[in-house]
């Protein structure tokens, strides 16, 4: 079953230089249970594509379908959840209760004693009770994705979520996006790291504004 469906994605952004198409008529299916890495040059969209897809930014024209549904804002945590380069972890929140936030708000399913597993499968439990300024960006990351898988969403989307992990907690973070996937959620990842490509179940490639076959 498709859990995320593009069709005809455009999305040029204004500069003074004048416009800069990035987007050139994206379509993209993703199914329930299958981890997909984009691939692609620095700067060729990729981040832009997955704000679209996540409903943080609107396409100029096309549509964005998330279980059927045309996508017209940013949806529930639980339809889809989005790790952004940027992270997003609010900074008066600990990281256990940055990875709680989706749970404690109501807004997805999942148990509490999940954050105390990932934290742990993640090899930041001993962290749980500092904050974001308090460690480094790459356990940021780790808490950022705790955070994104926790209430199992039907969509994951991640913006290079092993971008500043090292070799000894890039496979943990590698097993948490491929178990996603396994266990139901559309993945999509955004990535250059070889080992996110070797455990997913395709690679598409951004060029030109457009998607093409690995």
């Not at 256990?96 to 807004?107: K, M, Q, S, T, W």
């Not at 004693?113 to 356990?139: C, H, K, M, N, W």
């Not at 990842?189 to 951004?206: E, F, I, P, Y």
Request: glycine content about 12%; aromatic content about 2%.
């Amino acid at each position: 079953m498709t859990a995320l469906r593009a069709v005809g994605v455009r999305r040029t952004f204004r500069h003074a230089a004048g416009p800069v198409p990035v987007l050139r008529g994206v379509d993209l299916e993703v199914a329930a249970g299958e981890l997909v890495t984009l691939s692609g040059p620095s700067g060729s969209g990729k981040s832009a594509l997955l704000a679209v897809l996540a409903g943080f930014d609107r396409a100029d024209s096309g549509t964005v379908e998330l279980g059927g549904e045309v996508l017209t804002s940013p949806p529930p945590w639980k339809v889809c959840a989005l790790l952004p380069q940027a992270l997003g972890l609010a900074g008066e929140l600990t990281l256990a209760e940055n990875v709680a936030l989706p749970i404690r708000l109501g807004r997805t399913g999942g148990s509490l004693t999940r954050v105390t597993g990932l934290l742990e499968e993640l090899g930041i439990a001993e962290l749980g009770d500092r904050y974001p300024a308090e460690v480094s960006f790459g356990q940021q990351q780790r808490a950022a994705l705790a955070r994104a898988v926790v209430g199992s969403p039907a969509v994951l989307l991640a913006d290079e979520p092993t971008a500043h992990l090292d070799a000894q907690s890039a496979p943990a973070a590698v097993r948490v996006l491929r178990r996603a996937a396994d266990e139901g959620a559309a993945v999509l990842v955004a990535t250059h790291h070889d080992q996110v490509h070797r455990a997913a179940d395709r690679t598409v490639v951004l060029a030109g504004g457009r998607l093409s076959v690995d």
